[in-house]
């Protein structure tokens, strides 16, 4: 309970800080929006190849969206003292993992409520009879993104280059459940007879378990690194 408690406290920060502000959620659903209708416009009209290829776009733009949320992930702690603020927290450091992970997944599912609408409409494909099954994979896939990310986040706050290194570091980790994401959410949009996107969702469960407890049991390590 302190654990959680503590984790609480840190979501509470970041999300008073972005309620405030505004400025990381307004650029993220910006940017996802644009992504999307250079895609939509690249394609043209063809209403078959659209829906057939949604799924993969769509998670392009989400990936390339999180990478916003995650630059920004410690950054008011950079601000005002580095890592070292983090460091100093009373309790068990893990609490600034979990704290900072669910703060991630909010923002980032918040996003994703205004971005599969819009996907709907530049895509011409109906979502509303899957919703639910959508729900699912979008869950799954940004609980799998947010986890990797925000350790990998953390590993480059004080690198002056980290803009750069983290999609670098970022990417061949979530190419397992950017491949579940994008085949269960394709197939759930084109028709999925057989059931074959059980096993892609299967995928992400297993991806979001190994990864959540490495990442919450090496973490207090990397933080001291």
Known sequence: MELLRRSWAIVWKDLLIEARTKQAFNAMV??????????SFALGPDT??????SGGLLWVGIAFTGILSLNRTYQSE?????IEGLRVYPGDPRAIFLGKLFGNIIVLLAVEAVLFPAAAVLFQI??????WELAGVALLGTVGFSIVGTFYA?????LRAREVMLPLLLFPALVPMLLGAV????????????QDSDIWIRL?????VIFFVISTWIFPIALEE
């Open 30 to 39: 910006f940017f996802a929006a644009l992504v999307l209708f250079i895609f």
């Open 48 to 53: 078959e190849l659209l829906r057939e290829v």
């Open 78 to 82: 950079e601000t005002s003292g580095g």
């Open 126 to 131: 109906e979502m509303l009879p899957h919703a």
């Open 154 to 158: 953390a590993l480059t706050v004080n």
């Open 183 to 194: 085949n269960a959410t394709t197939l759930i949009l084109v028709g999925d007879p057989m």
């Open 204 to 208: 992400l469960i297993a991806f979001d």
